[in-house]
């Protein structure tokens, strides 16, 4: 990898350097994400709790969006494999998730995005998500990454708390053997000592290099992991300012998990947004984007 992305003394591996690998805009459906283009919004629950909620949430956000004059990819997850407690809500599960998802997509006419966790998965997500979703803990597991990518789906690999920047080289490697390049790499933090992230920005430019837009995961780079003991905690009152911070810094686009009442969110309530806060936000990280591309 470059010298000029490590510490001072770290051994470099010969022949091994970071550099564009393909083109650095991915499209889907009536969307492009990358240079150049606009910021691009993935927003949505944590979790489906219910498909009424769900349905709430992601229509705010269109009819938000589409005044803002900005694209969207609707996010809900219908499984979370990696709750920290046994006791912890997950959500409705693969078949009847999947079924909320695909009615909200038809329905509303948006993109969608979800995550999925087993290989055995995998096939049946692909009929409805626009684009998958290989989650940070699990974006080091080879057979499930290429898994992923045989299905020729724009893939969104969040890069894992334990990585750095340059180590995302090499799961791009990896979906790139399959021959799929549609790959968009998401920035969620970095663990930083016990039930701590923190974001390093030059990670952002960093993986751009290696020739791949970059979201930033503004609610789960806030998070806690483990910091309630049976759950994550968070302090969603820095989520803007990391945000604003992180498309200073060159991002794409920006992943934001929002609720119409946090405090009361079956998953990840600490750390997500309330809906009637992002007007504002996102008019104004639209108008740094704006200063920063023209």
């Given at each position: 990898m470059?010298?000029?992305?490590l510490?001072?003394?770290s051994?470099?591996?010969?022949?091994y350097s970071v550099k564009?690998t393909?083109?650095n805009?991915v499209?889907t459906?009536n969307?492009s994400?990358?240079q150049g283009?606009q910021?691009?919004?993935i927003?949505?629950p944590?979790v489906?709790?219910n498909?009424?909620m769900t349905?709430?949430?992601a229509?705010?956000?269109k009819?938000?969006?589409h005044?803002?004059d900005?694209?969207?990819i609707f996010?809900?997850?219908?499984?979370?494999?990696n709750r920290?407690?046994?006791?912890a809500f997950?959500?409705?599960?693969l078949?009847?998730?999947l079924?909320?998802?695909?009615?909200?997509k038809t329905?509303?006419g948006i993109?969608?995005i979800s995550?999925v966790h087993t290989?055995?998965?995998?096939?049946h997500?692909?009929r409805?998500?626009d684009?998958?979703?290989?989650?940070a803990f699990?974006?080091?597991?080879t057979d499930?990454?290429?898994?992923v990518?045989?299905?020729?789906?724009?893939?969104?690999?969040?890069?894992?708390?334990?990585?750095?920047?340059?180590?995302?080289?090499n799961?791009?490697?990896?979906?790139t053997?399959t021959?799929n390049?549609?790959i968009?790499?998401t920035e969620?933090g970095?663990m930083?000592g016990?039930n701590n992230?923190?974001?390093?920005?030059?990670?952002?430019k960093?993986?751009?290099d290696?020739?791949?837009?970059?979201i930033f995961d503004?609610?789960?780079?806030i998070?806690?992991?483990?910091g309630?003991?049976?759950?994550?905690?968070?302090q969603?009152?820095?989520a803007?300012t990391?945000?604003r911070?992180a498309v200073?810094?060159?991002?794409d686009g920006?992943?934001?998990?929002v609720?119409?009442?946090?405090?009361?969110?079956?998953c990840?309530?600490?750390?997500?947004?309330?809906?009637?806060?992002?007007?504002?936000?996102?008019?104004?990280?639209?108008a740094?984007?704006?200063?920063?591309?023209g």
């Open positions: 470059h010298d000029k992305y510490p001072m003394g051994k470099i591996k010969e022949n564009k393909m083109g805009i499209k459906d969307i994400i990358g283009s910021l691009v919004l927003s949505g944590c489906i709790e498909y009424e349905y709430e949430i229509s705010f956000l009819e938000l969006t005044n803002l900005i694209p969207f996010k809900a997850s219908y499984d979370k494999a920290t407690s046994i006791n997950r959500g409705p599960g078949a009847d998730g079924d909320i998802l695909e009615r909200i329905e509303l993109t969608v995550d290989i055995n998965e995998i096939d997500a692909a409805v998500l684009i998958i979703q290989i989650p699990l974006c080091r597991q499930f990454i290429i898994k990518a045989e299905t020729g789906k724009p893939i969104n690999v969040k890069k894992g708390q334990f990585l750095s920047p340059w180590d995302v080289k799961i791009v490697d990896k979906v053997s021959g390049r549609r968009l790499l969620r970095t930083f016990y992230l923190v974001v390093d920005f030059r990670g952002i960093i993986m751009q290696i020739g791949c837009p970059v503004a609610t789960h780079s998070q806690l992991p483990g309630a003991g049976t759950s994550s905690g968070g969603r009152e820095f803007p990391l945000a911070a200073a810094a060159g991002a920006i992943f934001m998990e609720h119409p009442e946090p405090d009361r969110a079956l990840d309530g600490p750390n997500s947004l309330k809906l009637d806060t992002l007007d504002a936000l996102l008019s104004q990280l639209i740094i984007r704006k200063a920063m591309v």
